[in-house]
């Protein structure tokens, strides 16, 4: 943690020094004039032929154009992108819930049969014969083994 802090601040002060230090070489309100052949220049400065000045205007036009365009292009990708993805998610969706409502229904309809199961049988009368059969094999073979005993 403490070299982490050292470094950080040996960072902030070289970006604080190189910026202070920094100087403009250009003007920022800039001089103009128009120079016929073999005038003196008014100031020291670049000079610039009419084609030179209409190559760096356009080129400015084409920069501004070309920016526009890939800003276009990119939001349009995405846009794609986008709609792309929420269509895939609303078909995920619709299958989803397909599922769903087949596994819902074929809950339904099994319940249905376990309840039709259940009421076509009398349960109370299987139960007596269940009963009674168990008494009576007990009972024979309770009379049997006494039987053999003997």
Known sequence: MFPTKIITTLISLL?????S????????TGNFTFLNKGDPAPFEGTLFD???VAKILA?????KKDCELKIKYEKNLKDAKCTRDTKLLKSE????KKKFDLIVAAQ??????????TKGSD????AAIGFALGAASSI???????EIAQ
């Open 140 to 146: 024979a073979i309770f009379f049997a083994a006494t």
């Open 15 to 19: 970006f604080i020094c190189s910026t």
């Open 93 to 96: 969706l619709k299958i989803e």
């Open 123 to 126: 349960s109370t009368l299987w």
């Open 59 to 63: 080129d400015k036009q084409f920069a």
């Open 21 to 28: 230090f920094a100087q403009t070489t250009t003007s920022t």
């Open 50 to 52: 009419p084609a030179a």
């Open 108 to 117: 339904k309809e099994e319940i249905e049969t376990l309840r039709n199961l």
